[in-house]
C-alpha cells in the first residue's frame, strides 16, 4: 500500500519538495493470476464506505511476503497481521489504483523502482508498465530475480540500499532540493453532505435487496 499512496500523493501534490522517489514492490494493478469478479468488485466500491466493518478475504498468502523465516514467524504470531481487510480499505484500494493508472503518464519526479520476479502479492509487470510510462534516465527499474514481495528482509536488502543511494546520487543538483524542510498539505478531510449520506443508504438497500432475492431465487431450498 506504501508504494500506492505515494505515488498518488504526489500525482495530486505535484509541487511537493521531493528529490527523488523510491519504490520498492508497488501495488500499481490487479494481479493478472488472480480473478476478481467485477460484480465482487463493483459491489465493493458502491457499499464500501458504509459496510466499513465487513471484513473480506485479501486473498494473500504470508509465506509469499518473504523469504525470511525468522519474520515469518513474527507474522504468525502477531494477532494484527491477519489476511483480511474491511470493505472500506479493499474500496480504497481499488479506486486509488484506477486513479494512479489513468493519471500515472503525469507522474514528472525522479524514481526508482524496485520489484521481485518472484513477488505475488504485486506483479512486477505492473511496476515496469508505470516505469516505461514516460521513459526518462531518471525514472529507472531495478528487478531481483528471486526477489519476493517484501525485499527489505530479504538478502536483496543491501543491494537495493546501495543502488537506492546510488540512484539519489546521481540526480543533477539543480533537482536536488533541501533535505529536512516540511511540507504542510491541505488534504483535509471534508464532511461527507446530506444528500450523499442518503445516496450511499439506498445504494446499500437496493444493494443488499438484490443480493436477498438472489438468495431467495437461487440458494434457498
Known amino acids: 500500500m506504501g508504494g500506492l499512496l505515494t505515488v498518488k500523493l504526489l500525482l ?25 469478479p467485477k460484480a ?18 485479501a486473498m494473500i498468502n504470508p509465506t509469499a511476503l518473504t523469504k525470511n523465516n525468522k519474520y515469518l514467524h513474527n507474522i504468525f504470531e502477531d494477532r494484527l497481521m491477519l489476511p483480511f481487510l474491511s470493505a472500506k480499505m479493499a474500496k480504497s484500494m481499488f479506486e486509488g489504483v484506477d486513479e494512479v493508472r489513468r493519471e500515472w503518464h503525469r507522474f514528472n519526479f525522479p524514481v526508482i523502482v524496485f520489484h521481485g520476479k518472484q513477488d505475488l502479492i504485486c506483479s512486477y509487470k505492473n511496476s515496469k508498465e508505470f516505469v516505461e510510462k514516460r521513459l526518462s534516465e531518471y525514472r529507472k527499474l531495478y528487478l531481483f530475480e528471486r526477489g519476493y514481495h517484501e525485499l527489505q528482509h530479504d538478502e536483496e536488502r543491501d543491494e ?9 546520487e546521481s540526480l543533477p543538483g539543480p533537482m536536488k532540493r533541501a533535505v529536512g524542510n516540511v511540507v504542510y498539505s491541505d488534504l483535509a478531510l471534508k464532511r461527507k453532505p446530506r444528500c450523499h449520506k442518503i445516496r450511499n443508504s439506498i445504494r446499500v438497500a437496493v444493494v443488499l435487496g438484490l443480493l436477498f432475492f438472489l438468495y431467495r431465487r437461487f440458494f434457498r431450498k
Not at 465482487?40 to 478475504?57: A, P, R, S
Open 12 to 36: 495530486t501534490r505535484p509541487e511537493m519538495c521531493v528529490s527523488g522517489v523510491i519504490l520498492t514492490s508497488p501495488f500499481l494493478g490487479l494481479p493478472a493470476d488472480r480473478h476478481f
Open 40 to 57: 465482487k468488485l463493483w459491489i465493493v466500491k458502491q457499499i464500501g464506505d458504509d459496510l466499513e466493518d465487513l471484513i473480506i478475504n
Open 160 to 168: 537495493m540500499l546501495e543502488e537506492g543511494l546510488r540512484f539519489l
